[in-house]
């Protein structure tokens, strides 16, 4: 039983998190304000998984891919994890 809530709670945090990431890439083309709730919100919840990649991922030209690569990340993590559950 323990196992199934476990399962289920990984799930929905990469649900979650995929979500934010991309209403994340869906924001930087709208250009809201950055007080705006939505976009707090957003910056929040994905600024911590983007930063340490930007760190070490070059910009190429005005493309950013860390969302890229953070989902990517996230897909293989959940996978690792529902392996070893």
Known sequence: MDGNIIVTFIRILVNVLWFALLARVVLSW?????TNPLVVIVFQITEPMLAPIRRVLPRMAMIDLSPMVALIIIIVIQRLLL???
């Open 30 to 34: 709208i250009k809201l304000s950055p």
């Open 83 to 85: 392996r070893i559950l």
